[in-house]
């Protein structure tokens, strides 16, 4: 059973281990009256990968996983920019990568692990 004292010992760990991996990203959330740019500091980690050989190439492959907290909302992010600048035009010149997949994840759920694919 988890008490307050392992619930702690699990946050505090969880956070000495994201410094070295954080990065801030901007997430794009569209809805139909506006679009926004939100920036986000995540646990990013890259995957390795090869380029498709053709436009037909159907598989799904994971460019990156990160690891966000649960107060955003992952079912209302459109894309995510690799820039720190949460401006259109820093977006419109980052890397984009699509949410393939997300869930809660940790042994207390307090975040989301969401894997992303790169948009070409």
Known sequence: M??????GRIIANRARVQQGRARNVVAVISA?????????????????????????????????IVEMPLSIDARTISYIADTPNATADAVAAADKYEIV??????IIPNRWRAHLRRLR
């Not at 500091?41 to 380029?51: A, D, L, P």
């Not at 190439?57 to 460019?63: F, G, L, P």
Request: zero cysteines; hydrophobic letters at 30%.
């Open 32 to 64: 139909p009256e506006q679009l926004t740019l939100l920036p986000l500091q995540v646990t990013w980690t890259s995957q390795m990968y090869s380029e498709p050989q053709s436009m037909t190439q159907t598989e799904a492959e994971i460019h990156a």
């Open 2 to 7: 988890l008490d307050s004292r392992k619930i």
């Open 101 to 106: 997949q997300y869930r809660q994840a940790g």
